[in-house]
């Protein structure tokens, strides 16, 4: 039974020591870069990288002009004025993140449907890279919202 232990746990430390055990998950900073898809279905964010920082900008709508007046959709909701007037395509939504390990961090989202901005971070809900979880908080991330993006193909 001595030998059965030593010899599991030889091969858990080669195991994880490799870096191909279960709990070590191998994301690059570039990985989040492209089209994603909100969980809504209703936008598609271009996620960029300049310098070290990670952005993201509004480039489709699923209903990109206004039903009433049939103009492009503006930031209405933006607690500036001088900015209300301004289309939501191409509105740069997600500003300042940084790649550390497993997630971006340290950045924020603007949501254009309420006008507010939150601190967020980024991180894929598993290996597969096919769930982009965005966790937007005020003060602690406890305090905030998730939504999943999937990504454009």
């Avoid at 492209?34 to 271009?46: D, H, S, Y």
């Amino acid at each position: 039974m001595k030998r059965v232990i030593i010899s599991i746990f030889s091969m858990l430390v080669l195991f994880i020591g490799t870096g191909t055990g279960l709990i070590a998950q191998t994301f690059h900073a570039d990985d989040i870069v492209g089209k994603w898809l909100n969980e809504e279905g209703t936008a598609q964010v271009e996620i960029y990288k300049t310098g070290n920082q990670f952005f993201g900008k509004i480039v489709w709508l699923e209903t990109p002009n206004d039903s009433i007046t049939g103009l492009p959709r503006t930031d209405k909701e933006n607690p500036d004025p001088a900015l209300q007037t301004k289309p939501l395509l191409g509105l740069v939504n997600l500003t300042g993140f940084v790649f550390d390990e497993d997630e971006w961090e340290d950045g924020k989202i603007y949501d254009p449907k309420n006008g507010k901005t939150y601190s967020c971070y980024m991180k894929f809900e598993d290996e597969s890279k096919k769930k982009l979880k965005i966790r937007g908080f005020v003060g602690i991330s406890i305090l905030g919202r998730t939504t999943y993006w999937t990504p454009v193909k």
